[in-house]
């Protein structure tokens, strides 16, 4: 079976612009959640959803959106990206609704410049 | 507020010596409690986590995790560290039923 899927898996854009990164769970998981990873730390929670309905929010700016649709697969998006969004953006997907283990994907490596 | 420590940014070990990293977490109620591994250029893969019962618990590629609920300490072992061990070590809690909180890491440098 395929694990967590992420695309793209690098990009890189300027401020300002606006990005969206996208996520396919495991077959059978419905609930996906973001994570942001910026060098040197650890993953940071940004949104879960279960069953296309946003669970959780982190502490991110509203710049940051999220929505997963009826195949249960996922966008994150991110409008007018600052230096400070450059970061490694992981998907991670779930058989539980709640608190589980994740399955993370590779993530995509956004640099903003 | 629910937090993870990890208080060693990087430890190196012998290959074939043994290993501990640290884990401390503040919750307040029971945890659920996580050890991922990234490698380099990979995502996050779970080694073990604790839910209940044994406070012992084991993982794959040899690991294992002692829940202690008076130290509020969740560290991992493994008796004999082989080189392709290397990699970057996260703690975590689950919190808030949608949420994983994650520590900053411990980087395991694995010298032949």
């Known amino acids: 079976d395929a694990g967590v899927t992420q695309s793209p898996t690098h990009l890189i854009k300027t401020r300002g612009q606006h990005v969206t990164l996208r996520c396919s769970p495991i077959?059978?998981?419905?609930?996906v959640s973001w994570y942001q990873q910026v060098l040197g730390q650890g993953p940071q929670f940004i949104f879960q959803y279960y069953e296309k309905e946003e669970r959780g929010r982190g502490n991110f700016p509203d710049r940051f959106s999220a929505r997963q649709f009826p195949n249960y697969s996922s966008e994150l998006n991110v409008n007018a990206l600052l230096l400070g969004d450059s970061a490694l953006y992981l998907c991670a997907s779930s058989q539980a609704k709640e608190t589980g283990e994740l399955f993370f994907g590779e993530g995509s490596r956004l640099t903003v410049l | 507020a629910q937090s993870v420590t990890q208080p060693d940014i990087h430890i190196t070990v012998s290959e074939g010596a043994s290993l501990e990293l640290r884990c401390n977490y503040s919750y307040g109620a029971t945890p659920y409690l996580f050890w991922y591994v990234q490698s380099p250029g990979q995502g996050l893969q779970l080694l073990l986590k604790?839910?209940?019962?044994?406070?012992l618990v084991q993982g794959i590629k040899g690991f294992e995790a002692e829940f202690k609920r008076s130290q509020s300490s969740f560290n991992l072992r493994k008796p004999s560290v082989h080189w392709s061990d290397a990699a970057e070590y996260f703690c975590?809690?689950?919190?808030?039923?949608?949420?994983?909180?994650f520590g900053a890491g411990t980087r395991l440098f694995v010298k032949a």
């Open positions: 077959s059978g998981h419905k609930s």
């Open positions: 604790y839910f209940s019962g044994d406070t």
């Open positions: 975590a809690v689950g919190a808030g039923g949608f949420k994983t909180i």
